[in-house]
């Protein structure tokens, strides 16, 4: 009796609190983290090139190394899309693990923004075998490439015309990942991709709920002229992303308008990923040479630090 007059005293309150507009408490509940935080697989690329790492054992050295789940890249288990048994050995390994697959990486598979459209669909029919590996592997998305082989220039007509492709080329890719539930977003990833009003524009305009964009900090560098880098500022270019963002990958590097890299201000950029109401993975993508798995811990206790401030 008394245990349940104690939990009658303090539903009322609550309920007292709800009807007056008074400070609500939560009894037994820790506040939510803002963000979450992944690690991308392309962080260890050296190591895995060198075969100084396995792509099977990726996850569980992310586990050992603070973070629970993982972003993989197509180039590390190129043939194994359609692989069933090497496929559900990453699902046990992680399953037991209780590690989170985020979404797989695409490259190397053509070019989704081709102007011939034999060869975009022949981009679009590469993809499918990923999209249906990351529904296998319960990620939620597909990062691909905004890549035209209209090459960048500073024309603005070159850069309608691909941008008109890639919106074309992504829409028939979201058609065949609609009924599988998997997005697909670009990367700003060099080129006309790295203009964030362009790849915004595009992926509106390819009219599909389903296609959306991954924000990366430090991939704002779009070319260069006669040697001299050409950027995009990358605050302002996540800013743009941001409302059709499905997930961030952060490097520790930025860019401004002028072609000048600068150390990433870690708290300024995740107070733009946040003001978007984007609570998602932050998803990891740097590792130095020779202390790749150092500067990652670094990192991710910089982000922890972040998700109790914020």
Request: with cysteine; glycine share 8%; net charge neutral.
């Amino acid at each position: 009796m008394t245990n349940r007059r104690n939990f009658l005293k303090t539903t009322g309150l609550a309920t007292a609190a709800l009807g007056l507009g008074l400070p609500q408490f939560s009894f037994g509940l820790t506040k939510a983290e803002p963000f979450k935080i992944s690690l991308a697989e392309w962080s260890v690329n050296r190591l895995l090139f060198s075969k100084q790492l396995d792509h099977l054992d990726f996850a569980l050295e992310a586990k050992k190394h603070g973070i629970n789940a993982v972003e993989y890249v197509n180039q590390f288990f190129m043939d194994k899309a359609q692989d069933m048994t090497y496929l559900r050995e990453m699902n046990t390994r992680c399953q037991n693990e209780g590690i989170t697959q985020v979404l797989i990486m695409v490259d190397r598979e053509g070019m989704l923004g081709a102007r011939s459209d034999a060869d975009r669909m022949k981009a679009v029919d590469n993809h499918k075998k990923w999209i249906e590996a990351a529904k296998f592997l319960g990620c939620h998305t597909v990062r691909v490439n905004g890549y035209s082989d209209i090459a960048w220039s500073q024309n603005p007509a070159d850069a309608a015309e691909a941008s008109k492709l890639v919106s074309d080329g992504i829409r028939k890719l979201c058609e065949f990942a609609e009924p599988h539930g998997i997005r697909i977003v670009i990367e700003n990833h060099g080129g006309f991709s790295s203009n964030g009003k362009w790849l915004a524009e595009t992926i509106r305009n390819a009219k599909h709920p389903l296609a959306g964009t991954l924000p990366d900090f430090g991939n704002f560098r779009i070319g260069a002229i006669e040697g001299k880098p050409v950027s995009y500022d990358s605050y302002r270019g996540v800013d743009e992303l941001m409302p059709l963002a499905t997930g961030v990958s952060l490097k520790p590097k930025v860019w401004d308008d002028a072609g000048k890299e600068s150390d990433l201000d870690y708290e300024r950029m995740m107070k733009i990923v946040l003001s978007h109401n984007y609570h998602g993975y932050v998803g990891i993508e740097h590792g130095e040479r020779e202390r790749e798995w150092e500067s990652i811990v670094e990192i991710r206790q910089t982000l922890e630090k972040l998700q109790k401030s914020l």
